[in-house]
């Protein structure tokens, strides 16, 4: 099947740099020692808080550039614009949650920035649908079934976890549970399409997305279940799955770039 560019996208596909992979479980690498190494500073703008945030702008400057490449697209430009939107509301969300600890000087949890951090979920699950539903126009009872089935098992972890221990805050439970469920949803219409291109020319950039998605729900849900308990710090490794997360993504929107 071809979308408007006149390009077929279900061709043989090809193959990743895994030197570019290795180059990303390097930057992982230093990037946790860094934050292990550098002084946990209350109130102070780490340089690793500045790294973190350039990883997800640049994701949204990649987005914006697949996007603007087929901006004639039947379903790539839309798709794109959707995925750009989403790492642009997370990039605001960081930034004002470190506005709020460096220069109000206030607990950024709860705040004004979760807005923008769950307004990235119902942008990612757009940009997924589009493509899949152009690409697939039927799906299966028992791919809707494990397509639901991911997100319910997903939350029911969230609480099962947080429900097995003492001490928790059934406040940060609820409030964090529309960010699970949402970002699990997200990670499941990924999977889905990684299925419907696995034999494709985007295979490997459906697989790229799977994988980077993955790790930002699995981020999420540590990161809330952390916070029901008061647990999350700065050097916690659940910053490392959102560190790579969109750097990983932006590896799937350069193969998109040069493949089609």
Same mark, same amino acid.
């Given at each position: 099947? /071809?979308?408007?560019?006149?390009?077929?996208?279900?061709?043989?596909?090809?193959?990743?740099?895994?030197?570019?992979?290795?180059?990303?479980?390097?930057?992982? %690498?230093?990037?946790?020692?860094?934050?292990?190494?550098?002084?946990?500073?209350? *109130?102070?703008? /780490?340089?690793?808080?500045?790294?973190?945030?350039?990883?997800?702008?640049?994701?949204?400057?990649?987005?914006?550039? %697949?996007?603007?490449?087929?901006?004639?697209?039947?379903? !790539?430009?839309?798709?794109?614009?959707?995925?750009?939107?989403?790492?642009?509301?997370?990039?605001?969300?960081?930034?004002?949650?470190?506005?709020?600890?460096?220069?109000?000087?206030?607990?950024?949890?709860? /705040?004004?920035?979760?807005?923008?951090?769950?307004?990235?979920?119902?942008?990612?699950?757009?940009?997924?649908?589009?493509?899949?539903?152009?690409?697939?126009?039927?799906?299966?009872?028992?791919?809707?079934?494990?397509?639901?089935?991911?997100?319910?098992?997903?939350?029911?972890?969230?609480?099962?976890?947080?429900?097995?221990?003492?001490?928790?805050?059934?406040?940060?439970?609820?409030?964090?549970?529309?960010?699970?469920?949402?970002?699990?949803?997200?990670?499941? !219409?990924?999977?889905?399409?990684?299925?419907?291109?696995?034999?494709?020319?985007?295979?490997?950039?459906?697989?790229?997305?799977?994988?980077?998605?993955?790790?930002?729900?699995? *981020?999420?849900?540590?990161?809330?279940?952390?916070?029901?308990?008061?647990?999350?710090?700065?050097?916690?490794?659940?910053?490392?799955?959102?560190?790579?997360?969109?750097?990983?993504?932006?590896?799937?929107?350069?193969?998109?770039?040069?493949?089609?």
């Amino acid at each position: 099947m /071809s979308d408007s560019t006149g390009q077929n996208t279900m061709e043989p596909k090809k193959g990743l740099n895994y030197k570019v992979l290795l180059l990303i479980a390097a930057l992982a %690498v230093i990037y946790q020692t860094f934050n292990y190494m550098l002084p946990e500073t209350e *109130g102070e703008l /780490s340089p690793i808080d500045i790294v973190f945030t350039m990883s997800i702008v640049t994701c949204a400057i990649a987005s914006f550039i %697949v996007s603007k490449r087929y901006d004639h697209s039947a379903v !790539f430009g839309q798709a794109y614009l959707a995925l750009g939107i989403a790492f642009t509301a997370y990039a605001i969300g960081d930034i004002i949650y470190n506005f709020q600890t460096t220069v109000l000087k206030i607990d950024p949890y709860p /705040s004004i920035a979760d807005i923008f951090f769950f307004a990235q979920y119902p942008f990612i699950i757009f940009h997924l649908i589009r493509n899949i539903k152009f690409f697939r126009r039927k799906i299966s009872k028992v791919t809707i079934i494990w397509l639901a089935a991911i997100p319910v098992v997903l939350v029911l972890l969230y609480s099962y976890f947080t429900f097995q221990q003492e001490g928790y805050s059934l406040f940060d439970y609820y409030y964090g549970l529309p960010f699970v469920a949402a970002s699990a949803t997200s990670l499941s !219409f990924a999977v889905l399409g990684m299925q419907v291109f696995r034999q494709s020319l985007l295979a490997n950039v459906w697989s790229l997305l799977a994988v980077g998605i993955f790790l930002n729900t699995l *981020g999420d849900m540590n990161y809330y279940y952390l916070e029901i308990f008061g647990l999350y710090t700065r050097t916690h490794f659940v910053n490392v799955l959102w560190f790579v997360a969109p750097l990983i993504i932006t590896y799937s929107l350069y193969r998109h770039y040069k493949i089609i």
